[in-house]
């Protein structure tokens, strides 16, 4: 089974208009993906694309449109490009070698360093001498000129249009960094990467789009900085199980299930079951009672029980006190997203009250039914618990300018179809404005069946409800 997009590390590119973004892309991809031309704007929508590097596996690569795009559809452009930034786990900073730094692509590093991006640098037209203001600041290690934090997480200046510096219109260095001679064409091979903080400048590569010079040394820095970290997202069942071990999978299959296949969480699941060499049972929730028992008389009763959310209640009677149990939700969003905050955050159902809001989020675009989990189940359920009348608001995407103090909680999907670095971004803006945020799993586990505690046992160390406190 092929590795889901949403499961790969994410490579970013990003940079001014005509930097050659869209020209490192069909480089490393070796393909002529997308259009370039000397033209503003060409590149539109972000582009991704599923690639192989070599030596280490498949990750995401996006091309985004130039971040100094102007107009009001250059705007749209600027926000979606963002967007893309935020979920990266790591950004291409594509620049004309040739040229002197720009302010504003000292706000693209200042953003990339407030979001805690480690990103590297791909100078263009290699063929040319390096600008030396430019090579000065990528050896001192001083672009973009300030730690981060400096100007606070919402002052990075990319939250809108950028006008022009009148004071430094060319891009020059400020007086307190001191620029000495250097040879033109000497590059440092690489940055040493931060031992204490996972942003900051990983490599500075050369690249020539037109002669393809370049592109082995920039496959080998991206090897580099993927070997070296945890990029890629646990799979579903790490540290769960052993060879051996025998698993109940419990798969409803009703309307909302698509016909003929499994849904993602659960052929992903029950694949990397079968990698680990255990043994599986994949049933419907009738089957849990009669299933179990002939386990248990078999003398190879199940390690674990894993269960959709929407089953948890029906699953559980059928099953006895000590048996571990968790759900399909629940294990995404310990791969996905920061686990013991979402747990945290359940703890905010308890002080809500007439008129707050609550926001679901989602990321999928699935066909709404009668009865869909975002919409009607999930608001259904906490109006039940709180006894509160509250106001729902439903979004698929989650932009930089988003207000969470808007907001009493936020209740986000599972995340399947969703990249770790996605949800922990949200997470973040969440948590900094002090707004709880928790996920369908979780809600549906302690409202429905009353038992998030044990169904969060098997995931956490220590799963107390003062956990959640």
């Avoid at 990266?88 to 070698?97: E, K, Q, R």
């Avoid at 999907?413 to 803006?429: D, K, N, P, T, Y």
Wanted: glycine residues 8%; neutral net charge; charged residues 20%.
């Amino acid at each position: 089974m092929s590795v889901s997009m949403s499961s790969v590390p994410r490579i970013v590119i990003t940079g001014l208009c005509n930097a050659g973004k869209s020209s490192v892309f069909n480089l490393l991809l070796q393909s002529e993906v997308t259009i370039v031309h000397s033209q503003k704007g060409t590149t539109t929508d972000p582009v991704t694309r599923r690639w192989e590097l070599p030596g280490f596996g498949p990750v995401a690569l996006t091309d985004t449109a130039g971040l100094n795009d102007t107009g009001g559809l250059g705007l749209s452009r600027h926000r979606t490009a963002l967007d893309r930034l935020a979920a990266a786990d790591l950004v291409l900073m594509i620049s004309p070698g040739n040229q002197p730094p720009q302010p504003r692509e000292t706000e693209i590093l200042r953003h990339i360093t407030a979001l805690g991006k480690p990103w590297m640098a791909v100078l263009t037209h290699a063929a040319r001498p390096v600008h030396p203001k430019k090579l000065a600041l990528l050896e001192s290690g001083s672009w973009p000129f300030e730690p981060p934090g400096a100007h606070g997480p919402n002052s990075t200046g990319l939250s809108g249009p950028w006008p022009a510096d009148p004071q430094n219109p060319a891009g020059d260095l400020p007086p307190a960094v001191s620029v000495q001679p250097r040879t033109p064409h000497r590059v440092p091979e690489e940055v040493p990467r931060s031992s204490s903080a996972p942003f900051g400048c990983q490599s500075v590569i050369q690249v020539d789009n037109p002669t393809g010079q370049g592109y082995h040394q920039a496959v080998q820095a991206l090897q580099r900085f993927f070997s070296q970290g945890d990029s890629n997202a646990s799979s579903p069942l790490e540290g769960l199980l052993e060879p051996g071990d025998t698993i109940i999978l419990v798969t409803p299959q009703d309307s909302g299930a698509p016909a003929g296949r499994l849904i993602k969480p659960q052929a992903e699941t029950l694949r990397d079951a079968l990698d680990r060499d255990c043994m599986v049972l994949t049933l419907g929730v009738s089957r849990v009672s009669q299933a179990y028992r002939r386990l248990i008389q078999s003398g190879a009763g199940p390690r674990l029980v894993i269960t959709d959310s929407q089953a948890f209640d029906l699953v559980r009677d059928q099953l006895p006190d000590d048996q571990p149990l968790t759900s399909f939700s629940l294990i995404y969003a310990r791969i996905r997203g920061d686990l013991p905050e979402f747990y945290k955050g359940i703890s905010r159902l308890e002080s809500l009250k007439d008129g707050d809001r609550v926001l679901i989020l989602e990321n999928c675009k699935h066909h709404r039914q009668n009865d869909d989990i975002a919409t009607r189940q999930i608001p259904a359920l906490l109006r039940h618990y709180t006894r509160a009348d509250l106001e729902f608001s439903f979004s698929r995407h989650l932009h930089g300018d988003a207000n969470p103090r808007d907001y009493a909680l936020a209740v986000h999907c599972g995340g399947c179809m969703a990249h770790r670095q996605e949800i922990l971004r949200r997470q973040r803006l969440f948590a900094r404005c002090g707004v709880g945020m928790t996920n369908f799993g979780m809600v549906l586990a302690h409202c429905r069946g009353g038992i998030l505690d044990r169904a969060m046992a098997p995931l956490l160390p220590c799963s107390s409800p003062e956990r959640r406190l």
